[in-house]
T-cell receptor, first 114, second 114 residues
Framework: GENVEQHPSTLSVQEGDSAVIKCTYS??????FPWYKQELGKRPQLIID?????GEKKDQRIAVTLNKTAKHFSLHITETQPEDSAVYFCAASNSGGGADGLTFGKGTHLIIQP | DTEVTQTPKHLVMGMTNKKSLKCEQHMGHRAMYWYKQKAKKPPELMFV???????INESVPSRFSPECPNSSLLNLHLHALQPEDSALYLC?????????????FGSGTRLTVV
């Protein structure tokens, strides 16, 4: 099955700086890579996703890059703000018809220092 | 309606009790999922239903019994649980399996087994 590794487990950055979280996956058949933000006591919320036919996707301050050859993908948050503090999870799946759900990384606790 | 609704939000049950968790969506999604999330851990896939049929059971103990009565509803029947089963149980749905379009999580049921 799929295995997703996520680093770092904790990331502390100054407000206004950029944050980068990295994930690697093991199954070359995986073709869908979402990122979730989870605040304490709340549900995971999709913040951005990318499919394997795309190398990069951007949505305002958030971007995701994918390197299929190396089997890794990264989340980039620019101009960080206090409300960005949360746990971020990367995930991978094969959405090509194989009936599997999402395999998550272990999560990154992002702390924005004022 | 773009939400996945889970009830109850909180549940405390004894080890000899039988209870059910409910999940409902009206987005026309034909894939529905149950995940278990322990504190400070990522969600772990338990079951996948595709077109109301169980397509994945991730070696979940038989004390957890899923049911999909129709395309909008997903239940998780609980019986003879152990204290280590205490966790946040998340339901999700998507337009297709493998985390395709519109993958949405419910707010979860926080289960405590005493």
């Amino acid at each position: 099955g799929e295995n997703v590794e996520q680093h770092p487990s904790t990331l502390s950055v100054q407000e206004g700086d950029s944050a980068v979280i990295k994930c690697t996956y093991s199954d070359s058949a995986s073709n869908y890579f979402p990122w979730y933000k989870q605040e304490l006591g709340k549900r995971p919320q999709l913040i951005i996703d990318i499919r394997s036919n795309v190398g990069e996707k951007k949505d305002q301050r958030i971007a995701v890059t994918l390197n299929k050859t190396a089997k890794h993908f990264s989340l980039h948050i620019t101009e960080t703000q206090p409300e960005d503090s949360a746990v971020y999870f990367c995930a991978a799946s094969n959405s090509g018809g194989g009936a599997d759900g999402l395999t998550f990384g272990k999560g990154t606790h992002l702390i924005i220092q004022p | 309606d773009t939400e996945v609704t889970q009830t109850p939000k909180h549940l405390v049950m004894g080890m000899t009790n039988k209870k059910s968790l409910k999940c409902e969506q009206h987005m026309g999604h034909r894939a529905m999922y149950w995940y278990k999330q322990k504190a400070k851990k990522p969600p772990e896939l338990m079951f996948v239903y595709s077109y109301e049929k169980l397509s994945i059971n991730e070696s979940v103990p038989s004390r957890f019994s899923p049911e999909c009565p129709n395309s909008s509803l997903l239940n998780l029947h609980l019986h003879a649980l152990q204290p280590e089963d205490s966790a946040l149980y998340l339901c999700a749905s998507s337009q297709r399996t493998g985390g395709g379009l519109g993958y949405t999580f419910g707010s979860g049921t926080r289960l405590t087994v005493v």
